[in-house]
């Protein structure tokens, strides 16, 4: 379903002073050894379920008898942050475009992903309550800015539907703590979990994507099964041999990527160039920077758009510092769109013939083209069409990329420590007496 090519990979500082790709393959068999025991042992403790889901039968069956009171009705509303809405809103703008076009008539998914009054005041003034079902995201239950939102969402439902507000929710949280797991059990809502050792950021596959997916109507078994094929020779039955490890795409990705950034390549391009796969570039700079960004180490992810973004970011990428990667994600077989009139201008006449389409990949050639001339090392990720089960495969692949990156690294790719010190700051400004280093911190930078 997709494809690698390494055609201009190793370009720029990796062609003079680092091996060929077969040759870095070769130093880093050792590494390899100790990827592969290390992904022996995390997979047979449960600790990496987004590479084998051992939570997908379970999770289908669920999904699948919940499917018709989802559909039921008109709006869902989704509260959450960072992973827990990013894959989320990746899913809906590649898969359920109709509801930013003209003359849309529902259902319509609504995703809350920020501290944001205007939006969370608009979402109770005009949406029915009747019509609308609220889910909460937080594998923890207690991630303030989606507790914040449940507060209000939950009075505005009291307010409206007092007998009936709770069939209106539904929770996805930790199967056994946490503050949304009590109102779960509490108010008799129904839930769904987010499995054991699933970060936010590896979330999508589980009912944090696949709730809204079944809402909107998606193919979610296909994504499951794409993500879920990739990844099979590194956690089928087979498990443990080398060369299941030595010959996966997410290897040699991750072998390459780490180069970069032994060689001062401190950025990461991800170029989309599939267009309605625009929000994967977000989902794709939290999964890299939250994961790999530790100890001082990591690559900068940039998200870009292709055309979008030559017109804005690829003047920095061409011309500006020597110190970015680029994999550039494409699909040379999407829909082809019009085809130009043959009265276009004589001055344009070599679009004659030509389709729209034709354009977008022209375009990503000569993208692709440029950013190799210009010294850029390069990978270019191909899909083969843009469909669910596609999406899966891309996912899938980029998360056991991350992890292995991390791993020859030397970091742990499945937490993201400092990521709570500015929220326990904030917690201390709101009247949190809990963290009194906190407080310290905050007040030398008051002062």
């Given amino acids: 379903m997709h494809t690698l090519d390494w055609k201009h990979a190793w370009t720029g500082r990796l062609l003079t002073t680092a091996p060929t790709r077969p040759q870095a393959l070769k130093l880093l068999e050792p590494q390899l050894d100790s990827c592969n025991a290390r992904l022996i042992g995390e997979v047979a403790s449960g600790k990496l379920p987004f590479l084998n889901l051992p939570f997908r039968s379970s999770l289908t069956a669920r999904l699948k008898a919940l499917t018709p009171q989802l559909r039921r009705f008109r709006h869902m509303v989704v509260l959450g942050i960072g992973g827990s809405a990013l894959g989320t809103r990746a899913l809906q703008k590649a898969f359920f475009p109709q509801q930013d076009l003209p003359n849309h008539q529902g259902p319509w998914l609504w995703i809350l992903d920020n501290v944001d009054a205007d939006v969370l005041e608009a979402q109770m003034s005009t949406l029915n309550p009747e019509e609308t079902i609220v889910v909460p995201v937080s594998k923890s239950g207690g991630t303030i800015e989606t507790l914040a939102q449940y507060f209000f969402m939950k009075a505005w439902l009291q307010r409206a539907l007092p007998n009936t507000w709770h069939e209106h929710m539904l929770l996805v949280t930790d199967e056994k703590k946490g503050y949304l797991r009590e109102e779960a059990d509490r108010h008799n809502i129904v839930s769904l979990p987010v499995p054991d050792h699933l970060g936010g950021r590896y979330s ?89 960004g530790k100890n001082g180490k990591g690559t900068m992810p940039l998200p870009a758009v292709g055309v979008t973004d030559q017109h804005s970011l690829q003047q920095m990428f061409l011309d500006g510092p020597a110190d970015k990667g680029c994999i550039q994600l494409h699909c040379p077989n999407l829909s082809k769109g019009p085809q130009f009139p043959d009265d276009v201008p004589d001055s344009w006449e070599w679009l004659r013939g030509k389709t729209f389409g034709d354009l977008l990949n022209a375009e990503t050639l000569g993208s692709a083209a440029a950013l190799v001339h210009n010294g850029v090392p390069l990978t270019r990720l191909e899909a083969a069409e843009s469909s669910m089960r596609a999406a899966g495969e891309v996912m899938g692949l980029l998360m056991a990329t991350t992890v292995l990156t991390g791993w020859l690294m030397n970091i742990n790719p499945l937490d993201q420590p400092a990521v709570e010190l500015g929220k326990r700051l904030a917690y201390s400004r709101l009247g949190s007496s809990s963290y009194p280093e906190e407080a310290a911190i905050l007040k030398a930078f008051l002062d």
Avoid at 230 to 256: I, Q, S
Wanted: glycine content about 6%; proline content about 7%.
């Fill in 204 to 292: 999508v596959l589980s009912a944090v994507g696949l709730v809204p997916a079944a809402f909107m109507g998606l193919p979610w078994e296909d994504f499951l099964e794409g993500a879920a094929s990739v990844n099979a020779p590194l956690v089928n039955d087979e498990l443990g041999k080398p060369e299941n490890l030595r010959n996966h795409p997410a290897w040699a990705l991750a072998n390459w990527c780490f180069e970069l950034s032994r060689h001062d390549y401190s950025q990461l391009i991800f170029f989309t160039y599939i267009p309605s796969w625009a929000s994967f570039g977000q989902w794709f700079g939290q999964l890299w920077a939250e994961s790999l």
